[in-house]
């Protein structure tokens, strides 16, 4: 039995993420500028739009011009459907022994579902006969991320075992690339190579196989032969770029989070800060609270490490964050001639057109605070917790 937990309404909690589907759209429209023309961009919009609210990153992104949406859950995509975005859309991660039910409606809503294992092939085989639907494949190769998907010497027997099936259409062929963001790793291209080889194996053994993808955001920015029918972008489309685009190119960070101060002391040098007193203060200065810590996404292990902007009546500070990060909030030295004060907005991470900062200053990324972390601006952005009340900016907000 589960119980129901009374929640808090997040539109009087301190801290927000701002979504500027604007950027999204505009990150779209640059990545799908990169591919050729017969190739579609496929908007993955995974774990809530990587934090940025699912529904609102897909339509972002259609605006900007992606054709497909990816999400890893079947339930993720079947709501991508009941909420009327009609484009075609593909799942692929599932538990064959649990999925029951979901398969049905999802096969019945159209939804393209990813197969690697016979298991797979069966469930989605029963559920498209129940649904009175053929339902549309795509076989997944396992070429080197050993996760999900066939080995490429077991998917031949599969793309058979599928072909002889009244019930699904084997519409795709894909594989997931493991180093796609690190060029001068040679693993991409043996992946490719298998990629290569397996389908050509299948395309003897039942056919060709109408779509072939791999790409994901840095195999599209690095590797143009990579593209094929379909590329699966993610993370870019968020605004962070694993590699350097061409010139020219921008990509917008689409998520700000936001907080404020909660509390200014002044303090004398000596002044022991967080749990653990793992910072002091070395001379006279002024602190602020702000209340925002692990339990919102901020992770402990960026503790001393990060830097934010606090939006004081003279101008932008760039601040640095100092002691460990508890879990609702955090301690920021604004500086002994700070003007900070209660009731300041704070820019966590994100994107502020408008923040004037000093020289060589800018306001941190989730890539910095990834850095900060030891972890990718993925960890971040998905980090941001359900605490964090979401707020829309931009067009189509
Ligand atoms: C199967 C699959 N394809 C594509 C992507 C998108 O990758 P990226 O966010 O690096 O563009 C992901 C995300 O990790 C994924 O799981």
Redo the contacts with the bound molecule.
């Keep these: 039995m589960s119980v129901a937990i009374p929640a808090e309404d997040l539109r009087q909690g301190p801290n927000r993420a701002v979504i500027d589907r604007g950027a999204i759209t505009h990150n779209a429209r640059v990545l799908g500028g990169l591919l050729h023309e017969q190739t579609a961009l496929m908007a ?1 919009v ?1 774990a809530d739009g ?1 934090g940025h609210g699912m529904l609102t990153a897909a339509q972002a992104a259609l605006d900007g011009g992606a054709t497909w949406l ?1 999400a ?1 859950h079947p339930a993720s995509a079947l709501a991508l459907v009941r909420a009327g975005l009609d484009v075609p859309i593909l799942t ?1 991660l599932y538990d064959p022994t649990a999925v029951g039910e979901l398969m049905v409606d999802v096969v019945g809503a159209g939804i393209d579902v990813s197969v690697g294992s016979p298991e797979a092939l069966r469930v989605v085989a029963d559920a498209a006969r129940t649904a009175e639907r053929r339902a549309r494949i795509h076989l997944k190769v396992d070429t080197g991320m050993g996760r999900g998907g066939a080995l490429p010497a077991a998917a031949r027997a599969l793309a058979a075992a599928a072909r002889d099936d009244d019930h699904v259409n084997l519409v795709g062929i894909w594989t ?1 690339l493991s180093t ?2 690190d060029p001068t790793d040679p693993f991409l291209d043996r992946q490719v190579e298998a990629f290569d080889a397996t389908v050509e194996a299948v395309t003897h053994e039942v056919g060709p196989v109408p779509l072939q993808h791999l790409a ?3 195999a ?1 920015i690095a590797r143009p032969d990579l593209h094929r029918d379909i590329v ?5 489309l968020y605004g962070y770029p ?1 590699l350097p685009l061409p010139d020219g190119a921008r990509l917008r960070p689409a998520l700000t989070l936001t907080s404020s101060i909660a509390q200014v002391k002044e303090v004398p040098a000596g002044t022991p800060v967080g749990y653990g007193h793992t910072a002091t203060t070395t001379v006279p200065t002024r602190l602020g609270l702000v209340p925002i810590g692990y339990a919102d996404g901020l992770h402990r292990a960026a503790s001393g490490r990060g830097r934010l902007v606090v939006r004081t009546r003279t101008g932008d500070d760039l601040v640095p964050q100092i002691g460990r990060i508890s879990m609702d909030q955090i301690v920021v030295d604004l500086g002994p001639e700070s003007t900070a004060r209660v009731g300041d907005r704070v820019i966590v991470f994100g994107e502020a057109a408008d923040a004037v900062l000093g020289d060589g200053q800018r306001v941190p990324t989730a890539a910095d605070w990834a850095e900060a972390a030891g972890t990718i601006p ?1 960890e971040v952005l998905t980090s941001v917790s359900v605490r964090v009340g979401r707020e829309l900016r931009g067009e189509g907000a």
Excluded: E, F
């Design positions: 993955v995974k990587y990816g890893a692929w997931h796609a963001d994901n955001t840095a599209l699966r972008a993610g993370i870019g694993p993925y």
